[in-house]
């Protein structure tokens, strides 16, 4: 078995998603600062990080669309450890159903390698166009019973409208998210 980091590392101020405020790293507490409360060459540092939750690559839960829907705190681990993995190639920028067809879904993480992720960190990234399942790709998904859904994408839904059919019907599934994945190539 071989681990793979497929997140992207969140640095102060970036832009994840547009309109959303970036995170803000700091200290808390410096080395410097703390020698004054701690024993001679006792020191510590605290780091600070303010963000909001949809920061770099992050899981979505039931609770982000549904008021009843459980969070991050009651995620089932088997949901998503040792899940076997299905890599959907897709360019989009809508992945319809068919993009599925031939792949395992059935009690595995299915993850949608688009590669999106090339333009992490950049205008392109959250000014549109970008890849987004359909809501028969999602339906496809909940009905064949795949236990955790990601894309190398901005978002899994189009972004154009208000409505989020890919997000209402996995979360509603129980079926968490996965967004803003990279080095799906690895």
């Known amino acids: ?11 102060d101020g970036m832009t ?8 803000k790293v700091s200290d808390h507490l410096t080395r410097e600062a703390s020698r004054a409360s701690y024993a001679p060459g ?9 963000m909001v939750a949809n920061t770099g690559t992050y899981l979505d839960t039931p609770a982000h669309r549904y008021v009843d829907g459980w969070d991050l705190a009651e995620l089932p681990l088997e949901r998503v450890a040792m899940v076997p993995l299905t890599l959907v190639d897709a360019a989009g920028p809508a992945i319809d159903a068919g993009a599925l067809d031939g792949h395992a879904l ?14 992490w960190c950049t205008p392109a990234y959250g000014g549109g166009g970008h890849p987004h399942l359909t809501e028969a790709a999602a339906s496809a998904l909940v009905e064949a019973g795949a236990r955790v859904v990601g ?23 129980g079926i968490p998210i996965v967004e803003h994945l990279c080095d799906l190539d690895a």
């Not at 681990?3 to 640095?11: A, M």
């Not at 006792?42 to 303010?50: C, L, P, V």
């Not at 059935?106 to 333009?119: E, I, K, N, Q």
């Not at 190398?152 to 890919?166: H, L, M």
Request: no cysteine; aromatic share 6%.
């Open 1 to 11: 078995m071989q681990l793979l980091d497929v997140s992207h590392v969140v640095t």
């Open 16 to 23: 994840t998603y547009p309109g959303l405020p970036g995170p």
């Open 42 to 50: 006792t020191e510590f540092q605290i780091g600070r990080i303010d």
């Open 106 to 119: 059935t009690d595995r993480a299915v993850l949608f390698r688009t590669g999106w992720s090339r333009h």
């Open 151 to 173: 894309i190398d994408s901005v978002n899994i839904d189009d972004t154009t409208t208000g409505e989020r059919p890919a997000h209402s019907l996995l979360l509603e599934a």
